[in-house]
């Protein structure tokens, strides 16, 4: 990777900011831009040239720009979840979210397709790019379903900005959740966008599990890798961190990942909650303690604003200095003979597995496939060579294990812990329902970081 470590043409030390947010429900666009402003302007006093939102946070620009019944009943119910409200207000929502509730409401479900008659594109590069514009910084806005530029067709896709408010580039989720695909296509690609303050790629969601992702973007120039995430359960957080801990170092680059948080509107369930702990990642030998975080959210489910700062300048004699030296030793003429051989083994599978499902035409067929490698005959299970019979009578006779283990000369347990082998343990019943994570729940707003009212006139909602 000689000529990744080339000279920069941005600043040699970048201050990051991470953003976790809640989703919400706005009743008019203004609203949702002012609750915008409320996290840049931390960011802001935190001297951020680089803000990076969570992915499919950019869902909440849709409501506002919608006008039917069903999404005026989700702005109603979203308010039950608010707080300093008058008691009319309260009350309006929770009937609201009754009813939504009943109907089966569901904010992705409505605003899926709502560039449908509405400049979704421009709607979103106007209100990104302006708030970049406005702050000087360099923006990677939060993900949406969106009409792709290329093409128009509908995808998951977060934009970058730059401090002008250009658009610098977007990335579309390649390797789509189950939450993504009743509703868009994948992406095609991962491009390695310039900006300012470095050379980005990014990954949202399962992208960011694939080495081969990470390792593309650092051949291409990437200098920092960003992961957006939107979980519903624990575990794949869990797998999305693990995920961009191992990119970052792999490839020995800078790197932070955001998250949304929060319930899905119309939806109080638990396991409906996104959730995520954002964070700020260095190389491990730039790091306290070689653990690879920077700094990371405490509370999975709390909105806040981290910051860090980056020295280019150390990366790069990292890359110089370190043992091993993973960016120069890496052997690329055995690495690539082996990855043309493993490409054209599977490029070979895909013919033939191809093949086998169309229509039956032998002529067809023969000349098809000529050129390709034998296929070997399948097996029916008549075909199979008797290596053995089975002639006891099931069930077979049960043995003594008891007799068995005292006759090994092993000590007799104590009379407390003697019980019929025969017997399946007794699991305790608490442990049945036990969370990988124990947080309360009786509360449907969470408490917020100290960070967000640490501006005197920013508006805090839960």
């Known amino acids: ?44 006093h935190k001297h951020a040239q680089l803000v990076i939102f969570p992915e499919l946070a950019g869902i909440m620009l849709a409501p506002p720009l919608l006008r039917n019944h069903r999404i005026t009943m989700l702005k109603y119910a979203d308010l039950s979840t608010r707080r300093r409200l008058s008691w ?13 509730t009943v109907l089966q409401l569901d904010l992705f479900d409505e605003v899926a397709h709502w560039s449908d008659g509405v400049d979704a594109w421009q709607q979103y590069c106007d209100l990104f790019g302006g708030l970049a514009r406005e702050f ?21 896709i977060a934009g970058v900005f730059g401090e002008n408010g250009d658009l610098l580039g977007y990335q579309a989720k390649v390797m789509l959740h189950g ?17 300012s303050v470095g050379a980005l790629g990014l990954m ?24 957006q995430g939107a979980c519903r359960d624990m575990l794949l957080y869990h797998k999305l961190r693990a995920g961009i801990l191992a990119r970052m170092q792999d490839n020995q680059l800078f790197a932070a990942a955001s998250f949304l948080v929060g319930h899905t509107p119309s939806n109080q369930e638990e396991e409906k909650r996104f959730l995520g702990k954002s964070a700020i990642f260095a190389p491990q030998e730039l790091t306290p303690r ?3 975080v920077l700094v990371e959210m405490g509370n999975p489910r709390s909105e806040g604003v981290l910051s860090a700062s980056w020295n280019f300048a150390a990366l790069k004699t990292v890359w110089e200095t370190a043992d091993p030296p993973v ?67 099931w069930p077979l006779a049960k043995l003594d294990y008891t ?42 707003a969470e408490d917020e970081t100290e960070e967000m009212d640490a501006l005197p006139g920013d508006s805090k909602e839960g």
């Open 1 to 44: 990777m000689e000529e990744i470590a080339a000279e920069r043409t941005a600043v040699e030390e970048v201050v990051v900011a991470c953003i976790q947010q809640r989703l919400r429900i706005y009743a008019t666009l203004e609203d949702y831009r002012i609750d915008l402003h409320r996290f840049l302007r931390i960011a802001q």
């Open 327 to 393: 960016r120069n030793a890496l052997p690329f003429k055995q690495i690539g003979a082996a990855v043309a051989a493993l490409h054209a083994s599977l490029q070979a599978k895909n013919i033939v597995d191809t093949m086998a499902t169309l229509p039956a035409n032998q002529e067809q067929d023969e000349a098809k496939t000529q050129f390709l490698p034998a296929r070997e005959p399948v097996l029916q299970l008549d075909d199979l060579l008797i290596n053995n019979t089975v002639t006891r009578r």
């Open 179 to 195: 939450q993504d695909q009743a509703f868009v296509q994948p992406g095609s690609d991962w491009p390695v966008i310039q900006t």
């Open 88 to 100: 009319q207000q309260r009350t309006m929502g929770r009937m609201a979210k009754w009813g939504a």
């Open 290 to 292: 070689f653990t690879g």
């Open 136 to 156: 000087g910084i360099t923006l990677v806005a939060p993900s949406t379903y969106l009409p792709d530029p290329a093409d128009q067709v509908l995808r998951n």
């Open 403 to 444: 007799s068995f283990v005292r006759a090994q000369g092993t000590p007799d347990m104590p009379p407390l812990l003697q019980a019929p082998l025969s017997q399946p343990a007794q699991q305790p019943s608490t442990l049945a329902g036990k969370k990988a994570e124990n947080y309360s729940s009786s509360s449907i």
């Open 204 to 227: 949202l969601g399962s992208d960011v599990l694939f080495p081969e992702v990470g390792r593309l973007l650092a051949y291409k120039g990437a200098e920092i890798l960003i992961a």
